[in-house]
């Protein structure tokens, strides 16, 4: 059973310096030494060689798979929305938007965009996501290495795809960039395997520590997707993923919230994790899992508020296996940078039989 890794440097490119949070600007977590630190522990456990020749670079998918989920203005915006910041006299930090719609007048008014400046924060749900210039070309790159990893899933046996996706996506909404997310790389990826490669039924499992507001949003009405979500209760994305949370219309039921109390630890999170997999396992009968794959449950990481411990990511990589499916990893949060590259090797580790158990 063999495990592949789509990376492409290009996520690099996006690196913004500074977010606003609590009324200051700190350092940007979102930060390229996330995936940087997996590779790392890649090499250290033999994944990868020092030249880093196993890993597979993206191929080009074109804008048309992002263009089913989010609408073309949004993709344009993305586009221009730094350029048009620094010629108003916009700092170089980054794009913050300062003036955002009065929701339910905007949603009648969905034609009228905010003009020239409004429109940062028409297309905002946040402050998290700052837009450099890069930022466009690493998002468009992510979803491309996504794409691809669907690619090789779907064509070779028994491998399981690792697609090392920066900046994360799940937050992103169809016209909405927010929680350091641009394009929702996993909502995406779901639906090309669904309409392009034709996989059958698909669940997505978002074991971030955040609920993936953007991901439930695109499928809540559709039995396939199946959608479902472990996450910090009463945290951000705030709006989103209560346990009354389960799709409407054919897509009742088909959406699955079990939010956990902030200092949940390993004993608890894998017996949510265990019923959630039987639960899918059971009813839905997915051909292939896709793991929205974030590592801000780490008791040490500086945004999320569980305190799963090292371990407990071999039990969850174990437990997934256990359902026998082929399996696509995408990397959303964890702001971990000392452990991110030893917690995701965990729960690869299941999947991969020359992965060494740990670097130490
Ligand atoms: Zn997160």
Redesign the pocket.
């Known amino acids: 059973m063999g495990l592949k890794i789509v990376y492409s440097e290009k996520h690099k490119k996006h690196n913004p310096t500074r977010e606003f949070i609590l009324g200051r600007f700190e350092k940007y977590k979102e930060c390229e030494k996330r995936v940087e630190n997996i590779l790392i522990e890649a090499k250290k456990r033999r994944l990868i060689s020092a030249n880093q020749q196993e890993l597979i670079k993206p191929t080009d998918h074109g804008l048309k798979h992002i263009l089913k989920l989010h609408s073309q203005d949004y993709v344009d915006y993305l586009k221009t929305a730094y350029k048009n910041w620094l010629r108003i006299g916009g700092s170089e930090v980054g794009v913050f938007p300062a003036d955002f719609p009065v929701r339910d007048f905007a949603n009648k008014h969905r034609e009228n965009k905010g003009g020239n400046g409004g429109s940062r924060g028409y297309y905002t749900s946040g402050l998290h996501s700052v837009i450099v210039e890069g930022t466009f070309e690493a998002a468009y790159e992510a979803v491309q290495v996504a794409l691809t990893a669907a690619d090789i899933l779907v064509k070779e046996d028994n491998t399981h795809v690792l697609a090392l996706s920066r900046p994360p996506g799940h937050h992103a909404h169809g016209d909405l960039c927010g929680g350091y997310c641009f394009f929702n790389n996993a909502a995406i990826t779901a639906k090309y395997l669904i309409d392009e490669l034709k996989v059958g039924k698909v669940a997505i499992l978002d074991i971030?520590?955040?609920h993936g507001n953007g991901t439930q949003e695109f499928f809540y009405s559709q039995n396939n997707p199946l959608y479902a979500s472990i996450h910090g209760e009463n945290d951000y994305p705030y709006y989103w993923g209560s346990a009354s949370e389960k799709g409407t219309g054919q897509g009742l039921g088909y959406t699955i919230n079990r939010p956990l109390k902030k200092g949940t630890k390993d004993e608890e999170y894998l017996k949510t994790l265990k019923e959630i997999l039987e639960n899918i396992k059971l009813n839905f009968k997915p051909n292939l899992i896709l793991i929205s794959l974030?590592l801000?449950t780490f008791e040490k990481d500086p945004?999320?508020n569980f305190k799963l411990s090292s371990n407990c990511y071999l039990q969850i990589g174990k437990l997934i296996k256990g359902l026998n499916l082929k399996c696509l990893f995408l990397l959303?949060?964890g702001y971990a940078l000392e452990n991110i590259g030893e917690n995701c090797l965990n729960v690869l580790h299941a999947f991969n039989d020359t992965l060494i158990k740990s670097s130490l």
């Open positions: 971030d520590y955040h974030g801000d945004v999320g959303e949060g």
